[in-house]
């Protein structure tokens, strides 16, 4: 077979193989590298900042985090009397960062016009020294996206998880500080410069009123908030907990909800990505848990042998109110 540029064979994206979703002008696409949303617009308008199919996802875009979501300090942490120890992938903050499996090939076990499902079992490994079953149900309908992800514990032991997603919330032509955002939430937890937990604070700390609908003009946000509610002025979907709502200037509204399964959410407007891709999007990343809670323990989810652990969450769009 002819080889391509970057080492791969012709033919064969970096992300996978691309399962197309389709309903009425709603489009997405799953990759089979990480389950991941490569892609997603509404009317021909794209909602999610993606990557091309020739391009491997940079900066999360679109993957799902598992068995822990973000930041976890030295790569290293304690569950009872087992030891484990990640690889450092951000080693500049000498952290691991985001889980183990959004670069590993998912199985495709179903594929139909408006949805699909994939799955992927984690083996032990020095990182992670649990065997977990992790399926991806993508569907795509009159509500727009809505993605059910499902934890199994394999193992013959209690196994601690964690887990993500991280979407980014497109901004449009003239980028993220035309746009404004809304997110119902009590708390924000102070980061250091590893971005690692210093401890809670109130929502009110952070120099704009996000549950009141705040200018992204100059925000920078790199920030984890909890105790989160429902958004004034944008009605809920159904099985909703809470949702992030961002308004662009060119009157396209994008909505992010996820059930009471995700009471955390990370928000990040890419100022310390490359220079092209700098706040083109925010990041709203619904978790199980906060930063680094496979060190600290909170909110962590303890899964016993054979439990399943379930969650929703979605991406919704209007031309406005």
Known sequence: MVGAPGGQLAGI???????????????????????????????????????????????GRGQLLAPWP????????????????????????????HGLVRWLLWDVVEHTEEGATLSCELAPQPGYPWRLRLEARYSVGNGGLVVELTAQNLSGVRAPFGLGAHPYLEAGQRGLDTCTLRLGAGRRLALDKRGLPQGWRAAGSLERDLA???????????????????????????????????????????????????????????????VSDRRRAVAIEPMTCPPNALRTGESLIVLEP????????????SSGP
């Open 13 to 59: 994206a970096p992300s996978g193989r691309q399962l197309l979703l389709r309903s009425g002008g709603i489009e997405a696409v799953v990759t089979e590298v990480g389950a991941g949303l490569r892609a997603l617009s509404f009317d021909a308008v794209p909602v999610v900042w993606g990557y091309e199919e020739s391009a491997m996802a940079s900066g």
């Open 212 to 274: 009141g609908g705040c200018s992204m003009s100059g925000l920078r946000l790199d920030d984890c908030f909890g105790d989160l509610g429902a958004t004034a002025e944008w009605e809920m979907p159904a099985g909703a907990a809470w949702q992030a709502v961002l308004t662009r200037d060119d009157g396209r509204v994008i909505g992010l909800w996820a059930d009471s399964r995700w009471p955390y959410v990370m928000c990040y407007t890419g100022d310390t990505l490359g």
């Open 306 to 317: 054979g439990v399943t652990w379930s969650g929703r969450f979605g991406i919704w769009s």
């Open 70 to 97: 973000n930041r976890l300090e030295d790569g290293s942490y304690e569950f009872g009397t087992t030891a484990a120890v990640a690889p450092l992938d951000e080693p500049e903050r000498h952290n691991a960062i």
